[in-house]
């Protein structure tokens, strides 16, 4: 199935880039949350493994990442990430009622 790209309002308003990858009759989800001065597009080989097991994908650019808004790699407030994190969690979750959802952090994420 091709990529669902959007934006996503976060707790504050700001749009935030959003991406997934889902397949037929997943097993279960996974939210990949980027690094420091990265973007969800540092994670497309990762995505096509884990569709070709049967796992969903949902992606995003943090605040200031990419194509996201925000000022550039700047966070006013470390419970920004965290908050923007939930966020995208949550819609994972709302649209994963019977499978598990996981969390993929790396560096900062």
Do not use: W
Not at 61 to 80: K, L, M, V, W
Request: hydrophobic share 40%; charged share 20%.
């Amino acid at each position: 199935m091709d990529p669902i790209e959007t934006t996503i309002p976060s707790f504050d308003g700001t749009k935030l880039y959003f991406v997934k990858n889902l397949v037929d009759n997943a097993r279960a989800a996974v939210v990949i949350v980027h690094g420091l001065c990265e973007h969800a597009g540092r994670y497309d080989y990762l995505t096509e493994n884990l569709n070709a097991r049967g796992f969903n994908v949902y992606r995003f650019d943090h605040r200031g990442h990419a194509r996201s808004e925000g000022p550039r790699t700047f966070y006013s407030n470390f419970h920004q990430i965290i908050d923007d994190v939930n966020v995208m969690v949550d819609q994972a979750l709302q649209e994963s009622t019977n499978i598990p959802v996981f969390v993929i952090g790396h560096s900062m994420g």
